[in-house]
Structures are given as structure tokens and as C-alpha cells.
């Protein structure tokens, strides 16, 4: 008979799935700050963005959240302007394919402003693009854009992989005072977490270590921190203790703990699901290359999409796309390098 | 035009079966309810001249007269897809007919289909370049960027907007403040006009005088025909589930059957007999089935070849 009592929390904690934790975030935001806008595609839409939207503008009213006309670049022009003249605005982009037509006035107007004009102006706007991809949609309907927006200064990154994360993230952008670019993979919709009721904020800039381990260090963005996760189970069994970390933002990224994490386990694996070439594993292999090189004892490994843009046809999707096995492969390589 | 719709039509409720039972995954945005417009507008064209389309362009691939096989196989995601099975139902292309590739992005033809136009000129040919588009596209700026260029230099463009009230789940008049889209048009310097999108003969008549002033070199043309899609946005649905539009509505424009209509005013005038009919059906269904049994018994693509096509050797 087990001596220890099992520790149960006093009050059930609530859990949501990262869609609804979206969802609340929203919610909560419009109930509180007038200055809040939700604007942009399929707002109303039964289909469009799973249920990170859904009845919002029933509870808010069609003005303040704004299913628009097909014009990305247009109503991301607008949103920069609300937001310059002090509304909170938050760009949908129901996938970044879409979004990539309003890049220029990302691009050049909103992660600008603020340096072209001495700090005068700001632009507190998040945009928020939708990574919706798989099941034969193809190549214009794929797309993981996150490291276009990181190579832009003036712009942060954001890409919450669990729900607790998705709202706090989604809450501390809208309050950043710059242009964040908020990246969500319909992947992890059904993700769930304990989430707080209340309105709270997950500091931007700022990982978390998903498990501990002092073999291999594995920083995977967004979804990747569930084929990560699934991949250290595994490698467990093999005697491989894999510390995976989630950045949780890649633009600042928290370079100290990823490279501490290093500095204990001497490998590391990047595991993102975009291009390798210029993406953002390529930017942490960098970064830890130039920090904690004296640290590494094997290359390290970067687990990515193939160099192809998404194809249709489900066997290639399946090769296309990293799985946790093709993490648990990876660490193999670096761990075992000699 | 009876052929070209029929089959666009008879090929669509076949992939609408195909879809229901999962034999693919990816997106199809069907066509049924709109078949006059593809039919009527390729009728007046050559095999030489170029059309664009988007999303949803089945029945332009089948009526500028792309092989229904290539098609299906694509469909099903197949290597001996018209796109070797790389894009499916929203990427096609078939270059020997002058359909040089589909994007799914609203507006994305528009740009490069006025290009072709400018080549066509550049390089002393005699095309003409039709490009399809919705009544969404129009939102884009890509739409106005197009028509200035191409009225600025007179090219051979017909740019055909197929209004059928709705992008996605939101009807015209919550996203544009003016619901006649053919007075775009007219800022731009070029004629646009409205037409019956539900009727093959006019939709014919209509594209073919716009066709012969491009190829003389006047410029181009705006259609604005009105039509509907029976079918939901996307996939076999009727989107009737949704609070999107009504029963009504929908039972309105398939009182206005496009194909039914042509095929009144075809036993009217003594074109088509019954008999005939049964006969062109009958083809039809048989060209259907074999295009999708065709698809099934296709091989998918290999594995060791995901990278290729990325570029050209
Ligand atoms: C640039 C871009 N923005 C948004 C979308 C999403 N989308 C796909 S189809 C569609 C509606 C297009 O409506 P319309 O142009 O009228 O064509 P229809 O579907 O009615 O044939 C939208 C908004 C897209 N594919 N591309
Ligand atoms: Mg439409």
C-alpha cells in the first residue's frame, strides 16, 4: 500500500481547449476595454476559424468585431490607422496565405512607424495569422510564415502552443504597444489546459521548459511541442532524457534559457514546422551557435519541412510534414554522434 | 454549350458523391448552378486563347475543354492529375488548351492573366485572354490594379465577374456598398456590362462581340453575369445548415437552371430532340464514369519524389 496520499487541488481546475481559450481572451477583452477591435476574415463564419470566433459579434455587436471584405492589405492599412489613433485593433487572418497580402502594410507601415517617426508613433496592433494546414489543401493553403515577420524589426513573434498560453499570450499582445504577429496552428485547437477564468498575461520574450531532461535540449515552436513531447516519451524508453522547450515568442526569443538548457545537455535538436532554409530553427541553431558553442558536443539538428511548397496529394503530405518520430530521429543522430 | 454544361455538371455531382463518401480530403468548391457562364464565355473562344481562373474552376478547365480524366485524377490527388496530382481541385492547369493554372487565392489570376494579354501582344499574337473571377475578387486591390493596366494598354483581356451574391458565408451587401459590379468598369476606361449569368446564349453573344474587339485590338471588356452557386461555399453541402442563406433563395435559382433553360429553348427552336438529348446524356454520364474510375485506379504520387518539381531542371 502506497504511504503517500495522492495531492488533489481543493477546486476543480477548469480546463479549456486552446480555441475556446482564445475565444475567452477575446471575450474578455472586449467586455473590458472599448478600445478593443477584432477585424478581418471569416469573423462570422461557421467554418473559417474554428471556435477561436465564434459568437462573438452576437455578443459585441458587428462594430467593434468586423467580418470584412476579401482585402487583407487594406483592412491591415486600416487596422495600423485605429491603432495609431489609439484602439487596440486585432487583424484576423484566417490562414497567413491570406495574410501575405497584407505584408506590405505589415511590412512597411507598421513595423516601421515607430522608429521612421523617432518613437512619436506606435502601432499597438496584433495580427493574427492562422496556420491551417494538411488534408490535401495545398500549397497555397498551408503555410507557416512565422519566419518572414521574424526577420522584421519592429515586429515581435508569438506562437502559443498550449491554451494556458494562447490566452495570456493573446491578452499581453494586445497590450505589447507594438505589432505583434500572433501565430496559432488549427493543429492544436483541441489542445487542453488548465486555463485561469480571469484576464491574465504570459510575459512576451519569455519560454517554458515543457520537461525536464539532461541528455538533449529540444526547443520546438508551436504544434512541434506535441510531437516533441510525444518524441521524449519515447526516447525515454530508450534511456534518452530529452528537456524540451517551447519559446513560446520567437521574436525577442529567450536565448538565456535555451542556452542554459545547452550548457546541462550539450545537444540540441530545433524541431519547427516551416522551411529550414532561413526559418526560425535556423535563427536559434545561430543564436546557439554564436552563445554556447563551447558547450555543444554534437551539430545540431534541425527537424523541418521538406524544401517544397505543401503538396495536395496525403503520401506526400505525410513525408512533407516532421512527426515526433522524425524528432526521436534526430536526437538519435545528435546524442549517438561520434 | 448543352455538352460543355452538361458535362461540367453530370463531372460535379460525381465529385460531389466522391467527396461525401471521403474519397479525397482536399477543398472543392463546386460550380453546378453557374455552368453557363464557363460554357458560354469558351464557346467564343479558340483553343489558342487563355483563360484564368480561382477556386472554383472546374467547369472552366472542362469548358475550354481540359480532359476530364486529368481533371478527376487531380481531384483525387492522383500522379496522373492534370497537376500530377501536386495541387488537387484548386490548382489545375492544362497548357495545351491555354488554362496555364487556377489559384486559390482570391484575385490571384487576375495580375497574371492580364500578363498573358500583354505577351500575347508584345509577341504579335492573335489571343485573347479570358479571366474569371468572383464578385470577392473584386475587394482585392489586385482587381482595380488589373483593369487600369490592362485598359491603359488596350490589351486583349475579357475580365468576367461571376456575381453569384456571395464570398464564403457573406452575401454582397455586407461587403460592398454598391451591388453593380459591371460599373467598376467604367473609371477604368473600358466597357462593362450585366448580363443574365444563366443565360448560355447571351453569356455566348455577350463574350463573343468582347472577344472580337479584343482581338482588334480595342482593349478589353468587364461582364459582370449573374449566376449562383447551388452548392455551399465549399464541399457538397448546400449550406443550409448554416444562417446563411434561405431555402428560398436557393429554390429561386434552380427554377433558373441554366441548363434546363438551354435545353427548352433547344426543343423550342428543333436543335435538340428528345432523343438526341438522352444521347448527349447518356455520353456525357459515360465520359463521367470513366474519368473517375480512371481516377481511382490511378496510383498516387511516390514518396521519393516530393521534391521534385520545385524547380525546374
Ligand atoms: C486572398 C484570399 N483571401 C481570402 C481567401 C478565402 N476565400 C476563399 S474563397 C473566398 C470567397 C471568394 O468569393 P468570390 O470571389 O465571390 O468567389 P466564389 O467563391 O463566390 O466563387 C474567400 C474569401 C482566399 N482564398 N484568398
Ligand atoms: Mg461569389
Keep these: 500500500m502506497s504511504t503517500r496520499t495522492s ?7 477548469r480546463e479549456l481547449d486552446y480555441g475556446s481559450a482564445i475565444n475567452e481572451a477575446f471575450t474578455q477583452l472586449l467586455e473590458g476595454d472599448e478600445t478593443v477591435l477584432l477585424i478581418g476574415q471569416g469573423l462570422y463564419s461557421p467554418w473559417y ?71 512619436a508613433i506606435n502601432v499597438p496592433m496584433v495580427v493574427r495569422g492562422i496556420i491551417n494546414r494538411g488534408g490535401e489543401q495545398a500549397a497555397q493553403h498551408s503555410q507557416a510564415l512565422q519566419s518572414y515577420y521574424m526577420h522584421i524589426p519592429g515586429l515581435k513573434v508569438v506562437m502559443p502552443s498550449t491554451a494556458y498560453d494562447a490566452k495570456g499570450l493573446l491578452i499581453s499582445s494586445v497590450y505589447d504597444g507594438n505589432p505583434v504577429i500572433y501565430i496559432d496552428d488549427r493543429w492544436l485547437y483541441s489542445q487542453r489546459d488548465p486555463v485561469p477564468e480571469e484576464l491574465y498575461t504570459v510575459p512576451i520574450g519569455k519560454g517554458a521548459v515543457r520537461r525536464k531532461g539532461k541528455h538533449v535540449t529540444i526547443v520546438a515552436t508551436s504544434y512541434m511541442n506535441v510531437e516533441a513531447l510525444a518524441a521524449a516519451v519515447s526516447l525515454a524508453e530508450e534511456g534518452i532524457e530529452a528537456e524540451v ?77 516532421p512527426w515526433a518520430a522524425d524528432v526521436v530521429e534526430a536526437v538519435r543522430r545528435t546524442v549517438h554522434y561520434s | 454549350m448543352y455538352v460543355a454544361m452538361q458535362r461540367i455538371r453530370r463531372f460535379e455531382e460525381a465529385i460531389a458523391e466522391s467527396s461525401s463518401a471521403r474519397e479525397f480530403k482536399g477543398p472543392t468548391h463546386l460550380y453546378i448552378g453557374q455552368e453557363a457562364v ?53 490548382h489545375l492547369t492544362a497548357p495545351e488548351i491555354g488554362l496555364l493554372g487556377t489559384s486559390a487565392l482570391v484575385g490571384g ?75 467598376h468598369a467604367e473609371p477604368y476606361g473600358l466597357p462593362g456590362l450585366r448580363i443574365d449569368g444563366n443565360d448560355a446564349v447571351e453569356v455566348y453573344r455577350t463574350a463573343a462581340s468582347a472577344v472580337e474587339r479584343a482581338r482588334a485590338g480595342e482593349g478589353p471588356t468587364m461582364l459582370e453575369c449573374m449566376t449562383y452557386r447551388w452548392r455551399g461555399h465549399v464541399g457538397p453541402s448546400y449550406d443550409l445548415e448554416y444562417d446563411i442563406r434561405t431555402r428560398e433563395e436557393l429554390d429561386s435559382w434552380i427554377a433558373r437552371d441554366p441548363i434546363e433553360r438551354l435545353a427548352g429553348r433547344m426543343a423550342e427552336t428543333g436543335v435538340m430532340t428528345e432523343a438526341e438529348r438522352a444521347r448527349i446524356d447518356t455520353q456525357v454520364q459515360d465520359d463521367v464514369d470513366d474519368s473517375m474510375s480512371f481516377a481511382r485506379k490511378s496510383p498516387f504520387p511516390e514518396v521519393k519524389d516530393l521534391l521534385k518539381y520545385v524547380y525546374k531542371d
Design chain 2, 109 to 183: 489570376g487576375m495580375g497574371p492573366g492580364v500578363g498573358t494579354a500583354l505577351a500575347s501582344v508584345l509577341l504579335g499574337r492573335d489571343h485573347v485572354t479570358a479571366i474569371f473571377f468572383g464578385d470577392g475578387a473584386i475587394e482585392e486591390g489586385i482587381f482595380s490594379e488589373s483593369l487600369n493596366f490592362a485598359s491603359l494598354k488596350k490589351l486583349p483581356v475579357i475580365f468576367i465577374c461571376e456575381n453569384n451574391l456571395y464570398a464564403s458565408h457573406l452575401p454582397l451587401g455586407v461587403r460592398q456598398p454598391q451591388p453593380e459590379l459591371f460599373k
Design chain 1, 7 to 13: 495531492v488533489r487541488p481543493q477546486v476543480a481546475v
Design chain 1, 245 to 321: 522547450i517551447d519559446p513560446r515568442t520567437l521574436k525577442p526569443l529567450d536565448e538565456d534559457l535555451i542556452c542554459d538548457s545547452v550548457a546541462r545537455t550539450g545537444h540540441l535538436v530545433i524541431a519547427d514546422a516551416a522551411w529550414r532554409s532561413c526559418g526560425a530553427a535556423a535563427e536559434i541553431a545561430a543564436m546557439v551557435a554564436e552563445r554556447a558553442f563551447g558547450a555543444l558536443k554534437a551539430p545540431i539538428a534541425r527537424v523541418t519541412l521538406a524544401e517544397a511548397p505543401a503538396p495536395s496529394s496525403s503520401p506526400l503530405e505525410k513525408a512533407y510534414y
Design chain 1, 49 to 119: 476559424v474554428g471556435s477561436s470566433m465564434v459568437a462573438l459579434e452576437k455578443k459585441f455587436g458587428t462594430a467593434r468585431v468586423v467580418d470584412t471584405p476579401v482585402s487583407e492589405n487594406g483592412v491591415t492599412g486600416i487596422a495600423i490607422g485605429a491603432a495609431m489613433a489609439g484602439m487596440h485593433p486585432v487583424v484576423i487572418h484566417p490562414r497567413m496565405d491570406f495574410m501575405v497580402l497584407a505584408t506590405d502594410q505589415i511590412l512597411n507601415q507598421a513595423a516601421k512607424a515607430h522608429y521612421m517617426f523617432g518613437g
Design chain 2, 38 to 90: 464557363a460554357a458560354g464565355v469558351c464557346t467564343a473562344l479558340e483553343k489558342g486563347d487563355y483563360v484564368f481562373g480561382g477556386h472554383r474552376s472546374h467547369g472552366h478547365y472542362l469548358a475550354k475543354g481540359g480532359s476530364m480524366r486529368g481533371l478527376a485524377a487531380e481531384i483525387f490527388v492522383r500522379e496522373t492529375g492534370c497537376s500530377k496530382g501536386r495541387g488537387g481541385s484548386m
